[in-house]
């Protein structure tokens, strides 16, 4: 299960998809369209729900995983000591907008130390069964995972790798350097002292374990909570845009004059290079600065899409740019 961070970075690709309309593959485009439309909370509501949020689906396939979740959304808090653990498969968010039934809930991770650690690297291999001179109740030989404590079993679990269809273990050889930021997690850790048996039960899987050399790595000592914050697409989007969107006075240098003059032109300005070329330079200066703008914007903005979204005199606003002759 040896993946990326655990809760990190905006979505791949959010620059393109926040400031990427055709416009940026062409620095000097013949033809300009700004244009400031309200924004119809309902009718973007499930678009941006499905963008921002994940779901069961969406994490990556683990009982351990799955519980954890469960337990944060019961109001419980959680500190992991993770190297390289990953929660959600194939997006990356910071943080975490879960969806559960008609309730969304926010994931907040919290960094309590950040370091390197030295400890005891265990080599880790699912098997297929137990040799057959070793029984399964053979307590000097098999260890149960539920044994160990939740930081040591959270390191191994880092190495495992499950089926998506049965959640059960496949087959995998990886290893993990076990030690940790937490005075407690470390005083308890079986690991750490170095365990006798050689197998390990899991959920009526098999996993071998192989004791090497001290290893260093880096381990971040993390706290998980979950709250509910909204409980249906539109009430969501509501509080996505009460924090992300910007006010107007938050716009800038000269683009709060730009939407003066797109509220003054009925939420539109166009021109073209041939019909009139100063008017032309003063829509590319301000198609530059919205350019800029949405990458800047773009890790807090990520989840409406493209276009720049706005809070201005009582009402929201999607501001967006476009080079029709491209």
């Known amino acids: 299960m040896r993946r990326r961070a655990l809760l990190t970075g905006v979505p791949a690709g959010v620059l393109a998809s926040l400031a990427g309309c055709a416009d940026r593959l062409d620095p000097d485009p013949d033809e300009i369209e700004i244009a400031l439309e309200p924004v119809e909370v309902d009718a973007i509501a499930e678009d941006v729900t499905d963008r921002a949020t994940v779901t069961d689906d969406d994490l990556v396939p683990s009982p351990y ?26 997006r990356r968010h910071d943080p975490v907008y879960h969806r559960a039934g008609g309730e969304i809930y926010r994931i907040d991770e919290t960094v309590l130390a950040a370091g390197r650690i030295t400890g005891p690297e265990y080599e880790v291999s699912r098997i297929n069964n137990l040799p057959d001179d070793v029984s399964p109740d053979d307590e000097d030989a098999v260890l149960s995972f539920a044994d160990l404590p939740p930081a040591d079993q959270w390191r191994l679990h880092e190495a495992f790798s499950f089926s998506e269809e049965t959640e059960g273990l496949i ?23 170095g365990v006798t048996q050689r197998y390990l039960e899991v959920e009526g899987d098999y996993v071998e374990l192989t004791a090497g050399d001290e290893r260093t790595a880096r381990v971040e000592h993390v706290r998980l909570t979950a709250e509910r914050i909204a409980d249906d697409p539109e009430s969501f989007t509501e509080y996505a845009l009460d924090r992300n969107a910007l006010t107007a006075d938050e716009l800038p240098r000269v683009l709060p004059q730009l939407l003066e003059k797109l509220h003054a032109n ?17 829509l590319s200066r301000y198609l530059n600065l919205l350019r800029e703008t949405a990458e800047d914007e773009a890790a807090d903005q990520w989840m409406f899409g493209y276009g720049l979204y706005l809070w201005d005199d009582g009402d929201y606003y999607r501001l967006t740019w476009h080079t029709p002759s491209v």
């Open 65 to 90: 995983l799955s519980e954890l979740i469960y337990r944060l959304r019961d109001g419980e808090q959680a500190e992991l000591e993770p190297i390289d653990l990953e929660v959600v498969d194939s």
């Open 171 to 193: 087959f995998f050889s990886d290893s993990v350097v076990v030690g940790y930021h937490d005075p407690e997690h470390e005083a308890n850790s079986m690991l750490l002292d």
């Open 266 to 282: 009925d939420g539109r300005l166009f021109a073209a290079r041939a019909d009139d070329e100063e008017r032309y330079d003063e």
